[in-house]
């Protein structure tokens, strides 16, 4: 089993306790939660690996909508994507974890989470995404947002900075997070307009989203 090789299982389920009651605080308390250096080790040192042997060809350049609404507009993300579909073993790690998160957020605090969909992004120097909200209200398809990055030594003029749009009510207008190792995010999708800053370097992350059942008699959602 691929967390043998890095640590016992007893360990990795402590860990994720801890994590996954930190952040089903922070969701709770304002919608949004921040934790440097939070993924664990054996995930995020398998992740990097990964990427650093991941053939170019993998990655595509990313769009918005779905489908047959799917564009590629540079004016409005220039980043490229390869979607997880756990064809690797770091992959399928990935995808156990989220899902083991997915069940804990359900208990604690009855999301009604049904799926989970996720992809590398790879921002080149320059590279941005303009802000946008990942769903749209009343649209019940993506509900939690979920961000982790894979930038060992990120300093912070290297840029790149994910920047979090607060509601009106609260005291500052935004949070600005620093794209370094491991650091986990998570947001509630629809209330949380955001934006990928341009960075100096090369920047690594996987972006994913938990989504409800809206599937009908006639359209499965969400699609295969």
């Given at each position: 089993?691929?967390?043998?090789?890095?640590?016992?299982?007893?360990?990795?389920?402590?860990?994720?306790?801890?994590?996954?009651?930190?952040?089903?605080?922070?969701?709770?308390?304002?919608?949004?939660?921040?934790?440097?250096?939070?993924?664990?080790?054996?995930?995020?040192?398998?992740l990097y690996q990964y990427l650093q042997v991941m053939p170019e060809q993998k990655f595509d350049s990313a769009g918005t909508g779905r489908d047959d609404l799917h564009i590629v507009n540079q004016f409005v993300?220039?980043?490229?994507?390869?979607?997880?579909?756990?064809?690797?073993?770091?992959?399928?790690?990935?995808?156990?974890?989220?899902?083991?998160?997915?069940?804990?957020?359900?208990?604690?605090?009855?999301?009604?989470?049904?799926?989970?969909?996720?992809?590398?992004?790879?921002?080149?120097?320059?590279?941005?995404?303009?802000?946008?909200?990942?769903?749209?209200?009343?649209?019940?398809?993506?509900?939690?947002?979920?961000?982790?990055?894979?930038?060992?030594?990120?300093?912070?003029?290297?840029?790149?900075?994910?920047?979090?749009?607060?509601?009106?009510?609260?005291?500052?207008?935004?949070?600005?997070?620093?794209?370094?190792?491991?650091?986990?995010?998570?947001?509630?999708?629809?209330?949380?307009?955001?934006?990928?800053?341009?960075?100096?370097?090369?920047?690594?992350?996987?972006?994913?989203?938990?989504?409800?059942?809206?599937?009908?008699?006639?359209?499965?959602?969400?699609?295969?």
């Open positions: 089993m691929f967390t043998s090789h890095a640590v016992e299982l007893s360990e990795v389920a402590l860990v994720n306790e801890s994590l996954f009651n930190n952040l089903a605080d922070d969701i709770y308390s304002k919608g949004y939660s921040v934790l440097p250096n939070a993924l664990p080790s054996y995930l995020a040192d398998g993300r220039t980043d490229e994507i390869c979607w997880i579909n756990g064809d690797t073993e770091i992959g399928t790690a990935w995808l156990k974890w989220t899902y083991e998160l997915q069940q804990y957020l359900n208990r604690r605090l009855f999301l009604g989470l049904f799926s989970f969909e996720s992809h590398f992004a790879h921002y080149a120097p320059g590279d941005f995404y303009k802000t946008h909200l990942d769903a749209f209200k009343g649209e019940a398809n993506r509900v939690l947002s979920v961000v982790v990055y894979l930038n060992p030594q990120w300093n912070l003029d290297d840029g790149g900075e994910l920047v979090i749009y607060l509601p009106s009510d609260t005291d500052v207008a935004q949070v600005k997070v620093t794209p370094s190792f491991a650091t986990i995010v998570a947001f509630l999708s629809e209330d949380f307009p955001h934006e990928v800053l341009p960075a100096t370097r090369d920047r690594y992350s996987i972006a994913g989203w938990y989504r409800l059942n809206t599937s009908q008699k006639d359209r499965v959602d969400p699609p295969k």
